[in-house]
């Protein structure tokens, strides 16, 4: 009886382990932004070496990519959106173009 009250508590606090370390690397992998943030980087410099014309629209992955052009006080500023399709996260840059 004890072996088997041992074995129940081994497996549990397992399974427990198990959920909490599936449950860390879930959310990682989720909010993990490095792959787009690089991508966005890259639209932002073709850009400004006259390689890319705006707007632009583009998918990257699970990511929906704008970049826009607004002139606000006398200034252009460009804005670089990108959307994911899955999660609905959001991720805005807005730079001054010189």
Request: proline share 1%.
């Amino acid at each position: 009886m004890e072996t088997l009250v041992a074995t129940v508590l081994i497996v549990v606090v397992f399974m427990v382990a198990s959920m909490i370390l599936n449950n860390l690397f879930s959310n990682t992998t989720k909010k993990n932004t490095r792959n787009i943030n690089a991508h966005l980087n890259e639209l932002e410099y073709l850009f400004k070496n006259d390689k890319l014309t705006l707007p632009y629209y583009d998918g990257f992955n699970t990511w929906e990519v704008s970049l826009k052009k607004i002139k606000e006080n006398d200034q252009s500023i460009v804005i670089t959106e990108a959307i994911n399709t899955i999660t609905n996260k959001i991720i805005t840059k807005e730079t001054i173009e010189e």
